[in-house]
């Protein structure tokens, strides 16, 4: 079956650590997106990539740091820099980033907790 | 900039009832919007996906509407069971933006 596979599931982070969640997907989608869930904020998106090696940021990249070397895997880095880590990660992917016509899948998150 | 709002928050109904969820946005310049229903601790699960051509969508129990001058859109849930319990997330896609919008959820909870 196709879909998107996130993992893991639940990461521990220390203070002043990085941390890599990482997002694979079998369905020859082009673009692929990292999406932040708090709660009573819903979702925003951290970055976004329409084909292999290029990305843009979304509105909350500061902290954060991606790259896209191959069509199925989009990697979401957490660095140090981001002061508020403890959330929920969302992956996301289309078909085509600028006419996404066929709707986007979604991964079944991360949940990353700062210890 | 675009927003997108979902009233109400919660929702709670008894099993068996018709209910209708609402989602506004307040730039029609859309070019589709996506249900979604997110279970608790769970990513999320597409319901419908309606292109800013169409006015409806059905999936079985579930139809959404758009109407796009008005900036609204609705899902409507016959014969709720409690199955259907879960947050319900609008999310609308611009045209020439590579993100979705998305509202803040509806959460639904059916009783038996």
């Known amino acids: 079956d196709g879909g998107i596979t996130q993992s893991p599931k639940y990461l521990f982070r220390k203070e002043g650590q990085n941390v890599t969640l990482s997002c694979e997907q079998n369905?020859?989608?082009?673009?692929m997106y990292w999406y932040r869930q708090d709660p009573g904020q819903g979702l925003r998106l951290i970055y976004y990539?329409?084909?292999?090696?290029?990305?843009q940021k979304g509105d909350i990249a500061e902290g954060y740091s991606v790259s896209r070397e191959k069509k199925e895997s989009f990697p979401l880095t957490v660095t140090s820099a981001q002061k508020n880590p403890t959330a929920f990660y969302l992956c996301?992917?289309?078909?085509?980033?600028?006419?996404?016509?066929?709707?986007?899948?979604f991964g079944s998150g991360t949940r990353l907790t700062v210890v | 900039k675009q927003e997108v709002t979902q009233i109400p928050a919660a929702l709670s109904v008894p099993e068996g009832e018709n209910l209708v969820l609402n989602c506004s946005f307040t730039?029609?310049?859309?070019?589709?919007l996506q249900w979604f229903r997110q279970d608790p601790g769970k990513g999320l699960t597409s319901l419908l996906l309606?292109?800013?051509?169409?006015r409806e969508q059905t999936s079985g129990r579930l139809n959404a509407s758009l109407d796009k001058s008005s900036g609204r859109s609705t899902l409507y849930i016959a014969a709720s069971q409690p199955g259907d319990s879960a947050t319900y997330l609008c999310?609308?896609?611009?045209?020439?933006?590579?993100?979705?919008?998305f509202g803040k959820g509806t959460k639904l909870t059916v009783n038996p």
């Open positions: 996301a992917s289309s078909i085509r980033a600028r006419i996404a016509n066929y709707g986007y899948t």
């Open positions: 369905l020859n989608h082009d673009a």
């Open positions: 990539s329409q084909i292999v090696n290029d990305f």
């Open positions: 730039d029609s310049a859309i070019y589709n």
């Open positions: 309606i292109q800013s051509s169409q």
């Open positions: 999310a609308v896609n611009q045209g020439g933006s590579e993100k979705l919008v």
